[in-house]
């Protein structure tokens, strides 16, 4: 009997993952390609994709290398073979990063049941069910970020490191280090968990920190080897801008920072502050460790530079399936004591207004009553914000809610509009001015304000000032193009980030406006 009664929990479970991840799907994929707006990301990452199956290595105007941008070629070359399958669009690679996110609801399940075994009964499905919920990793994973590729590698990881503190080979530490160089080989971001994999090989056995260190640090060390051997020049100048301007900040003034950064993610957003508790009541001293070190580490090194809580959210991406595992936790352990101390606290209310002598003649219906009481008290002080989230989840696959990233994304049908009105006016050769949310649908040259102005000479926020013009595939200077398209990028974030873009709205603005569809407004050049 106990056999069957096991097989029907194995079997529940299996239908309630696969309602988890149906639940998953929808939110992630419905209205997806109108829903929400372009961001420049997802633009940059189409433009490389598309160059990538032209034979070429070129961002928008400059060539030879991407890591001026900070891109490396992993995640563009998977986007490129699908692309060849389905079509080069936003609505591709949305559909390629919504998938990733599904994928991440069903691994967190396997990874959590494999991490913490039967110890914790419904740890794996809950935490599974609160990912596919969570209304910040439903947004990411709809928006084409490469970074939900990382979510995945993170998990295993995460899997693979506890295996080895189980076993205590060396292998499954090695495992762990290929996952993050993998991972390193999509987005340099990955490279902030190294020291997870090194801590966990120095914590177990000293001597195993080096193995698991130099596997993750490998599949970079090659790309650089190649990239040196043969496109010298260019990966040099690359390196040296992206991996220095990382450290712009001085140490001392880290520290605050990354305080500032910690502290306004928890006012942001109270899932972070039910998942820091819930990562303290985890059972097996080992895996816990894992998971505090593969949360903490990265939101360390990620804080002392960038900023969390705004624009730069996307960045935590690879934490969201770490951050519902937290949350599952707390509400796994918590729920039978909010259930035991509102049953206690009724009983008592009953004794104490003289109600539990005559309820005690109707033992079952006092029964009754108290847990009616507690689960009540359960559900307006545990539940409600979750069954609240799962309505405005479903609310928002037919219109997006505010977002801190809203001001800078671009409405698609504006966007399809303008981009139709100036291919229609295009020769090949003419030059266009766009964000890269909509540069890579341009059918001529094409490139955004940033690389414009570097052209010319000027520092921008992501590119220098001395970039050899021998980089450039072609003029790009703003003053050189035909149409500059306006749009929320620029006057949400551009404009304020960075007094040369400024200015040259400041010229635009002085053209012939030929056409305008909503925030979006096309801008023709006098001279052309």
Known sequence: MKIQSKEKLIYLE?????????????????????????????????????????GKRQYLAITKSNLIAARMPLFPILLAGLFNLFG?????????????????????YWVVKCVFSNERKYLAILSAFLLAIYPESILFNKLGFSYNLLALLVLLMI????????????????????????????????????????????INKGKHAL??????????????????????????FDYKFTFLRLGTIPLLAQYPVIVFNY??????????????????????????MIVLLSFFIPLIFLGRTANLTEAGFYYLIPLFPILSLG???????????????????????????????????????????????SSLIIFLVVL????????????????????????????????????????????????????????????????????????????????PDDIPRTRFAFNASYLNAKFVILDPIWWNWAIPNMEEVEKMVDVVTQWELVYQSGDVAVYKNPIK
């Open 14 to 54: 299996l239908v309630l993952l696969l309602m988890i991840l149906s639940l998953a799907g929808f939110l992630r994929i419905k209205n997806i390609d109108s829903m929400p707006g372009w961001y420049s990301d997802e633009g940059t990452l189409v433009e490389i994709a598309q160059n990538i199956n032209k």
């Open 88 to 108: 080069s669009s936003i609505y591709t690679l949305r559909l390629f990063t919504a998938t990733l996110g599904v994928i991440s609801v069903g691994l967190l």
């Open 159 to 202: 899997w693979s490191i506890s295996e080895y503190l189980k076993t205590e080979n060396v292998a499954w530490l090695i495992l762990g280090g290929i996952f993050v160089g993998l991972g390193s080989m999509s987005d340099l971001m990955m490279l902030v968990f190294i020291p997870v994999v090194g801590l966990s090989g120095f």
């Open 211 to 236: 193995w698991g260190t130099l596997v993750s640090l490998l599949p970079f060390g090659i790309y650089s080897i190649l990239s040196l051997l043969f496109n010298t020049s260019p990966f040099v």
């Open 263 to 288: 502290a306004s993610l928890i006012f942001r957003d109270y899932w972070w502050s039910l998942a820091v508790i819930g990562f303290f009541i985890l059972h097996k001293s080992f895996s816990r």
């Open 327 to 373: 949350v599952a936790s707390l509400l796994e352990k918590g729920i039978p004591v909010v259930k035991d101390l509102s049953f206690r606290s009724l009983d008592h209310a009953l004794e104490k207004f003289g109600w539990e002598q005559k309820l005690d003649k109707f033992g079952e219906i006092r029964r009754l009553l108290l847990l009616i009481g």
């Open 384 to 463: 409600s914000p979750f069954v609240i989230t799962i309505y405005l989840d479903l609310y928002d696959t037919n219109s997006v809610h505010a977002h801190k990233i809203s001001p800078l994304l671009v409405n698609t049908q504006d966007a399809r509009r303008a981009i139709m009105y100036v291919n229609q006016n295009l020769n090949q050769d003419d030059l266009v001015i766009t964000s890269p949310a909509l540069a890579w649908a341009i059918e001529a040259n094409a490139t955004d304000f940033q690389q414009s102005l570097a052209f010319m000479g000027k520092k921008t926020q992501h590119f």
